[in-house]
């Protein structure tokens, strides 16, 4: 068992590239900062006149720094191996501390860029040694997550304790819970009729669960809301399941409706942490959804009527708005917790806890986007404001990134038919009609700011960064 580590100290060890490179491992950094590690970096700590080897063999052998990140690249492989330049310098540092000694794991290769057919360069002295690898979209945060846990010393696999012999041995062999609701049987063979039949069966159990659940015992609402996590993420492995089942998605956001519908009126604690669980939930749904192109499912979604209940601030016969939850009781306790003012606390914990097998961090804060700039846009979106995406401001690289790469490419008339379609537009000439309104009335300010009051910067939209006659201008 690895010994934990209060307070990591990391030495980020990288090759010089272009300047949108250098800006990434910047930010790489500054995510490791906010996470709590602390990092020594030259752009930051070595100044004008510093002897640079001196540095470098400091902040290698530094008993401090409790991990070297060495970020490789093609270039960092080649210069490595040449021992050319800065990096040459730290190789020459660096692996005489692989060579003799012992405890090598001070060292953790980190694979930062592919080079143009996809492969990982490594230092020769490298082959040899386990890495983590940031270069794949699909798996960067899980690979995130395992490398923050590394560096505080948290075993990211941890061996189980021994267990006494199960109850089971002697019964006959039984389908189990886990077993149905797997992926694994959702894409099988099964006839489609049958599969629908056992997919609305877990939904609902499990919709009855969450409606029903009470605390196991009176505690603190972020320790309340981590009760209802495991109840998610079944709830998001069905999700991952709902492709594979005949009106899977249909299903998966009715019960989600009747969940709402139940949950209403309960002003309980408890309850108010069932409806933020419901907020996370259809965030998800569109994330997952976006990521997987599976433009009829957002179609559906965006544009259907819910009957979820009349509230104070919802109609009996509501939009996709009726999904979402402004959660004091959560945000102050976070805040709490923590002992900082976060701009939202709630959005805070679901970073946290971001589940990396639906998506990541930045899929999930986009699909809060969409809902907040579509919200301007179906014809279906009830009510007199919009969805507020309380997590625009949690992205771990630039988040106005996320809505101007998605809104530059609506000038591509092939992005902006899926545009209009999830929309539920029939037509590109009906959806610029009604974006370029909604262009006037924003730029003219009839549109209130959609921010945190104690933030600099506002919730982005697809104004922000395309003009009404620049959309689907090219093929």
């Not at 006959?172 to 819970?177: F, L, V």
């Not at 957002?298 to 601030?313: A, D, E, M, P, Q």
Request: charged letters at 30%; glycine letters at 4%; hydrophobic letters at 35%.
């Amino acid at each position: 068992m690895k010994k934990k580590i209060e307070q990591p100290k990391v030495f980020i060890s990288y090759a010089w590239g272009t300047d949108d490179y250098n800006q990434k491992v910047i930010l790489f950094a500054t995510d490791l900062k906010h996470d709590g590690v602390d990092v020594v970096l030259d752009r930051w700590h070595l100044k004008e006149g510093n002897d640079t080897y001196a540095f470098m063999e400091k902040s290698v052998v530094d008993e401090s720094i409790t991990n070297v990140l060495i970020l490789l690249d093609p270039v960092y492989a080649k210069k490595a191996n040449d021992r050319t330049g800065g990096v040459g310098t730290e190789t020459q540092i660096i692996s005489s501390e692989v060579y003799n000694k012992v405890e090598q794991s001070k060292f953790l290769p980190v694979i930062f860029e592919r080079d143009e057919s996809g492969n990982v360069c490594k230092p020769r002295y490298m082959l040899g040694l386990l890495h983590f690898d940031l270069t794949q979209e699909e798996h960067y945060q899980s690979e995130y997550q395992r490398l923050v846990r590394t560096l505080y010393g948290i075993d990211t696999i941890k061996e189980p304790e021994l267990g006494t012999p199960p109850s089971w041995l002697e019964e006959e062999p039984r389908i189990t819970y886990k077993s149905i609701v797997s992926e694994e049987y959702f894409k099988g063979n099964a006839d489609s009729t049958v599969k629908k039949k056992k997919y609305f069966e877990k939904l609902n159990e499990l919709s009855n669960q969450i409606v029903g659940y009470d605390f196991i015992e009176e505690k603190n609402a972020v320790l309340a809301y981590a009760e209802l996590l495991p109840f998610r993420d079944e709830m998001l492995l069905l999700l991952k399941c709902s492709e594979y089942v005949f009106d899977g998605c249909k299903l998966l956001i009715e019960s989600l409706e009747n969940m709402i519908l139940k949950i209403r009126n309960d002003y309980s604690n408890m309850g108010s942490l069932k409806k933020t669980l419901v907020h996370e939930l259809f965030i998800y749904y569109i994330a997952f959804y976006f990521k997987q192109k599976n433009w009829e499912s957002l179609r559906y979604i965006l544009n259907k009527t819910y009957f979820t209940g009349r509230s104070n601030f919802n109609d009996d016969d509501d939009s996709f708005n009726s999904f979402y939850d402004h959660n004091n009781f959560l945000d102050r306790a976070m805040c709490a917790r923590d002992n900082k003012e976060y701009f939202c606390g709630t959005a805070a914990l679901w970073m946290e806890n971001i589940n990396a097998y639906i998506c990541s961090k930045q899929d999930f804060i986009f699909g809060d986007l969409l809902c907040y700039n579509c919200s301007y846009l179906i014809s279906n979106y009830n009510g007199g404001w919009q969805w507020f995406p309380i997590t625009y401001v949690y992205s771990s690289r630039d988040y106005q990134s996320i809505m101007r790469d998605y809104s530059n490419k609506l000038k591509s008339r092939e992005h902006l038919q899926n545009a209009i379609y999830i929309m539920g537009f029939d037509s590109i000439e009906a959806f610029k009609k009604t974006y370029s309104e909604v262009e006037k009335d924003y730029r003219e300010g009839k549109y209130r700011e959609y921010r945190y009051r104690e933030a600099y910067e506002n919730a982005q939209t697809f104004w922000d960064y395309i003009k009404g006659e620049e959309l689907g201008t090219r093929n």
